[in-house]
């Protein structure tokens, strides 16, 4: 091996032969002697004595050897003797490599779905134990819903019960006239008169009003609840009740059980229909029990459909914990995951139903007492204090009132409710928890959408969702709120929304007011679908209702806002079309007809712009 040397005389550094060595060379540059260094001889290894006395000498080594523990042939962990591969690198102890179903599991991304069945019970059990405080936040917000149901009630009966004027007997007739007849047709009822006559509508239609609240909490809560599983919490965020954000996630649920459903009612209502008009042509031709034709598959019917419903809710709550929520609106992709996860879904169900055991149990006890120690009917309040006032006249001046408010049958309903809601709000944060914990386990089966990109194509299924809201919104209250929209444009708008009143005016004018009104409202729905969705998709916002709460515009080609006509154009060939403009997300750039004739695309907005 060859030996550097350095020269003395000039600094020159050179590889001297290894056979140089303890000789001298001359240098290459200056020519000078160079003595090359001769190195160190390695040592002769000392050899030990065979018949060596020392202390270690007799000792055997390979029985030092700990044959107790069991450790990994790959990582040198320590292992139990009953595992068959380590917990820690995976690998199959017998064979020393990664089984093909192990390196199944490690590709999966996320957590073992295998564990939810084993983390479900014990989970929700401590993260309800130490969430109490949402146990009673919602305990009060149900006996303030009763409280007001039950002061709502009271009010009115005693409305009723105290302005009620008497029924004139023959000698006020006589003395009001022939003309009294004619005269009360025009007559404008007092309030007692008209809650005495629609008291029971009107107060059912107020109850659900209030039941909103409280439905509205359940939403909230449950989605919070969610979110704080997702994100591996066992304390929930601190919610603070309020009766307006409380009414409106209300209306959200409300407006979400029509939604939801709504493309499989299309189909159901006119099945019902047919089924209720072939029922009595039945009963014309003197068949025995036609009712039987109606009633039994309208049972099927409307059973299946609250079958798949309750069957979709723990999916559903899982996409409404995230940013965008379109999949749970949609009734077709809902019921594909819970198919897929049919398992956990059934798992889920029996968990609700042993949840409820005890709340139902204080239901019943409540409605035993209420029958057979009270001797009271077990009913909500407006139909309990209804019922005596179906007899009810009025009451002469100094006479006393025969009809009594019914404290004892309220009392014992909305006392059950009160007890059996405590019960209830355990159970509720325990299975929501359970459902959370479903949401963590199988989130990649889930295909939750957890965000966008702007500028993103939207696909059939977003736009889908949003359709089916602006068709709703058209449906209900187009023909209102639209000529208004037109009005607060400009001069031009202003013009076509008297154009609508015209008409409006006309066909009630020539074919009556009920009829006229249909009419009317026939021959303008289409005008105002058009015009509501070319003033929306050209606005500032170049979204309708249904596209904004989507997180999904309309834009051209290259991203610009739409022009009038353009929209103009678009809104007249989707409502056109008709059902074929569903026909979006099955060419390249996601178009649906009216798409590529309108030269326009839609986009998410992405989540920046929605935040």
């Not at 820690?88 to 179903?101: E, F, K, M, N």
């Not at 939403?219 to 919070?224: I, N, Y």
């Not at 007890?419 to 325990?430: R, T």
């Not at 074929?580 to 060419?587: D, K, L, Q, R, W």
Request: charged residues 15%; aromatic residues 10%; contains cysteine.
């Amino acid at each position: 091996m060859p030996v550097k040397v350095r020269c003395r005389q000039c600094e020159k550094v050179f590889a001297a032969p290894d056979r140089a060595r303890g000789k001298r060379i001359r240098c290459p540059e200056c020519r000078e002697p160079v003595k090359v260094p001769a190195g160190k001889r390695k040592r002769p290894a000392e050899t030990e004595s065979a018949d060596d006395e020392s202390l270690f000498s007799s000792l055997d080594l390979s029985q030092a050897e700990d044959t107790t523990a069991r450790l990994c042939p790959k990582c040198a962990a320590e292992v139990s003797t009953e595992a068959r591969t380590c917990p820690h690198c995976h690998v199959d102890l017998q064979t020393g490599a990664i089984s093909s179903r192990m390196q199944k599991r490690l590709k999966r991304k996320g957590p073992d779905p295998a564990l939810f069945y084993k983390t479900a019970w014990a989970d929700s059990w401590r993260f309800m134990l130490s969430n109490q405080r949402l146990v009673f936040q919602t305990w009060i917000v149900n006996i303030f819903i009763v409280t007001m149901q039950v002061l709502m009630v009271f009010v009115a009966f005693w409305i009723v019960i105290t302005f009620l004027p008497p029924v004139p007997d023959e000698a006020q007739k006589m003395a009001m006239g022939e003309n009294a007849e004619e005269e009360e047709k025009f007559k404008v009822p007092l309030l007692s008169e008209l809650l005495l006559k629609n008291g029971f509508n009107i107060l059912s239609v107020m109850s659900a009003f209030i039941y909103m609240v409280i439905a509205g909490w359940f939403w909230t809560m449950a989605v919070q609840i969610v979110r704080t599983t997702l994100s591996r919490k066992t304390q929930a965020k601190r919610l603070s009740f309020q009766v307006v954000d409380s009414l409106a996630n209300g209306f959200k649920m409300y407006f979400w059980g029509v939604i939801f459903p709504l493309p499989v009612l299309i189909v159901a209502v006119p099945a019902i229909l047919l089924l209720a008009g072939g029922s009595t042509v039945f009963s014309g031709g003197g068949l025995p029990q036609p009712q039987a034709f109606r009633t039994v598959p309208i049972m099927i019917i409307g059973g299946a459909i609250g079958l798949v419903t309750a069957l979709s809710v723990p999916s559903v709550l899982a996409h409404m914990a995230q940013k965008h929520t379109y999949r749970a609106w949609s009734l077709p992709l809902m019921v594909v995951t819970s198919v897929r996860n049919i398992v956990p879904t059934l798992y889920l169900g029996l968990i609700g139903l042993v949840a409820a055991i005890l709340p139902i149990a204080v239901i019943g006890g409540g409605v035993a007492v209420n029958f057979y120690v009270l001797k009271v009917a077990f009913n909500t309040p407006h139909f309990l204090a209804w019922t005596p006032l179906s007899t009810f006249e009025g009451v002469t001046e100094g006479a006393e009132v025969g009809v009594a408010f019914p404290w004892t049958a309220i009392g014992g309903y909305a006392g059950t409710i009160v007890v059996a809601s405590l019960f209830g709000a355990y159970a509720l944060i325990f299975w929501t928890r359970a459902v959370g914990l479903y949401t963590y386990y199988f989130q990649q089966r889930l295909g939750l959408i957890k965000g966008t990109k702007p500028g993103e194509l939207a696909g059939f299924w977003a736009r889908y969702v949003a359709a089916l809201v602006d068709t709703v919104i058209i449906a209900v209250v187009g023909c209102i709120f639209e000529p208004v929209e037109l009005w607060k444009m400009n001069e031009k708008g202003k013009l076509v929304a008297v154009l609508f009143a015209g008409l409006a005016v006309s066909l009630m004018s020539q074919y009556g007011f009920s009829r006229g009104l249909g009419l009317s409202y026939l021959a303008l729905l289409p005008i105002c679908g058009i015009s509501y969705f070319a003033r929306s998709e050209c606005s500032k916002e170049q979204a309708t209702l249904g596209k904004e709460a989507v997180g999904i515009m309309v834009s051209g080609l290259n991203g610009e806002r739409l022009t009038f006509p353009q929209a103009l154009t678009r809104a007249f060939v989707k409502i056109l079309l008709g059902v074929v403009s569903f026909g979006a997300g099955f060419t390249p750039r996601k178009q649906a007809p009216h798409d590529i004739i309108a030269k326009t695309l839609v986009v998410f907005r992405g989540d920046l712009d929605r935040e």
